[in-house]
């Protein structure tokens, strides 16, 4: 059976602060896939990111990166000078090695950025 | 930039009532997702379609769902006799297998509100 965890359930900071959000995950699989969704207060899900679990390098796409550490089984979600834009709630999820699997998704972080 | 397209945006009923939410997916997508939040909840995994049957449904998928394919263009999902438990944010979902593994597109929800 699939697992996320994300054991943050809020977080609030100030503006420009960096913040991480964490995600660990759980599988059997030896091919699966992460993903990391933005839920805005507006309710719909924004894709942010998918990585499969042979490519551990770590991304940066603007103020975003993230972090895959198979060792541990944690894909790590940072934001760098969060800005108020950025309070959404933060969905890490997983799927399994075919294309059409179901997301399995974790509890959701709910960010807030103080101004 | 295509969007999968959700109606109606909030539906209120009374148990006991069927309600469909119907969606309009990506065009030239070819896997079909129902998932559900209830509220202040994670997101889980109602049911995937692909070439006109269910490929897979989760538990909570059960006699009093199902979902349709009527045309070329809409995909339903149809809760028969719906009770309180059902008041949740339902979100469509679609994919293109050839492009990589499950970057699902979501509506922007349809939320059931169930007296």
């Known amino acids: 059976a699939q697992k996320v965890t994300q054991a943050q359930t809020e977080i609030s900071v100030v503006e420009k602060e960096d913040v991480t959000l964490d995600c660990v995950y759980e599988t059997r699989d030896t091919t699966y896939y992460l993903f990391w969704y933005k839920q805005p207060p507006s309710g719909e899900l924004v894709f942010l990111i998918r990585r499969n679990s042979f490519d551990e390098q770590n991304e940066i796409s603007g103020r975003y990166s993230w972090n895959f550490q198979k060792s541990t089984s944690s894909f790590n979600f940072t934001i760098t000078a969060s800005q108020v834009v950025d309070s959404a709630v933060y969905f890490c999820a997983l799927s399994g090695r075919f294309g059409n699997e179901k997301l399995t998704f974790g509890t959701g972080t709910r960010l807030t950025i103080i101004p | 930039e295509p969007e999968v397209t959700q109606t109606p945006s909030h539906q209120v009923t009374q148990m006991g009532q069927e309600v469909i939410l119907r969606c309009v997916p990506i065009?030239?997508?070819?896997?079909f997702y129902w998932y559900r939040q209830i509220l202040g909840q994670k997101v889980e995994f109602l049911v995937s379609f692909y070439n006109n049957e269910i490929s897979e449904k989760s538990e909570i998928f059960d006699d009093q769902f199902s979902v349709e394919r009527p045309d070329g263009s809409n995909f339903t999902l149809k809760i028969r006799s719906t009770k309180l438990e059902d008041s949740a944010m339902y979100f469509c979902?679609?994919?293109?297998?050839?492009?990589?593994?499950?970057?699902?597109?979501f509506g922007a929800g349809s939320r059931l509100t169930v007296l």
């Open positions: 979902a679609s994919s293109d297998r050839g492009s990589g593994a499950n970057v699902l597109t």
């Open positions: 065009s030239n997508h070819l896997y």
